[in-house]
């Protein structure tokens, strides 16, 4: 394996974090095929790359806990999505905008263990952008059901399928485990629009905001939905690992040499 296919630079990880709020690529389908590249990443990289974060991660855990660095399959990617600033806004109920990271379920001797994604960089290559734990969305990654627009976000708990985008009709279904707590109570345009601002509000996160202010959407972020908060930093946390297996990896590389 070519560390040049994997390196995870550090603009990438900024990338992944502006994306979550303004998005930037144009809308696509879930259901469309991967870039080759991008399908090439997943069948021939993903596997490694993830035992690779997986083990490492557990080497650094004070938990000790034992994680195997092979068996790991990835499934078909899908692309996701951001929140489109105008529709947060109010200006547009165009819901979602398409990103250059796809993600898949992550499996290990075939059971799902979480979830891998990867960002297809305008030059063409394709380089790991986070591997996590979260079994609930890996889970219907796999299922061959999610035909909508997928959008990540942490706040909400992770991620969320846009059904039908049309206003009258959109639905909106949390893959992750708190992410599905969030969003339960959604129902049309205006409640997605209010529950997305509400989750994004500097307040739900520094805990200055009071109970009797959340109500709706919001209980989903304050009370059960507030595992998105744990989420985000599960994510966050394996990524920077990421970073660090790879420099390491990277240094072995050129101590070999």
């Known amino acids: 394996?070519?560390?040049?296919r994997v390196t995870l630079h550090a603009a990438g990880l900024a990338a992944l974090v502006v994306t979550a709020l303004f998005g930037a690529a144009a809308p696509a389908?879930?259901?469309?095929?991967?870039?080759?590249?991008?399908?090439?990443?997943?069948?021939?990289?993903?596997p490694s790359v993830a035992g690779g974060v997986l083990a490492a991660s557990a080497v650094d855990s004070e938990d000790e806990v034992s994680l195997p660095a092979t068996g790991y399959t990835a499934g078909t990617p899908i692309r996701l999505y951001d929140w489109n600033p105008?529709?947060?806004?109010?200006?547009?109920d165009s819901?979602?905008?398409?990103t250059d990271v796809w993600v898949a379920g992550l499996l290990r001797d075939g059971a799902v263990v979480g979830t891998i994604a990867a960002t297809l960089s305008a030059s063409g290559t394709v380089g790991v952008t986070y591997v996590d734990d979260?079994?609930?969305?890996?889970?219907?990654?796999?299922s061959g059901t999610v035909a909508g627009q997928v959008v990540q976000d942490p706040q909400l708990g992770g991620l969320v399928e846009?059904?039908?985008?049309a206003a009258a009709t959109l639905t909106a279904e949390g893959l992750s485990e708190a992410s599905s707590t969030a969003v339960d109570a959604v129902q049309g345009v205006d409640d997605l629009r209010s529950a997305v601002t509400?989750?994004?509000?500097?307040?739900?996160?520094?805990g200055s905001l009071d109970d009797e202010d959340t109500d709706g959407a919001a209980a989903g972020q304050t009370?059960?939905?507030?595992?998105?908060?744990?989420?985000?930093?599960?994510?966050?946390?394996?990524?920077?690992?990421?970073?660090?297996?790879v420099v390491r990896r990277s240094s072995g590389v050129r101590r070999a040499a």
């Open 198 to 206: 509400i989750a994004h509000e500097p307040a739900v996160w520094d």
């Open 95 to 98: 819901v979602a905008v398409g």
């Open 134 to 142: 979260d079994v609930a969305a890996g889970t219907a990654l796999v």
């Open 1 to 4: 394996m070519r560390i040049s």
């Open 86 to 92: 105008a529709f947060v806004s109010g200006g547009s």
């Open 29 to 46: 389908s879930a259901a469309e095929p991967a870039p080759a590249a991008v399908a090439a990443w997943f069948a021939e990289q993903a």
């Open 162 to 165: 846009v059904g039908s985008t």
């Open 223 to 245: 009370g059960e939905g507030a595992g998105g908060g744990l989420a985000a930093g599960a994510v966050l946390l394996l990524a920077g690992l990421v970073a660090w297996w």
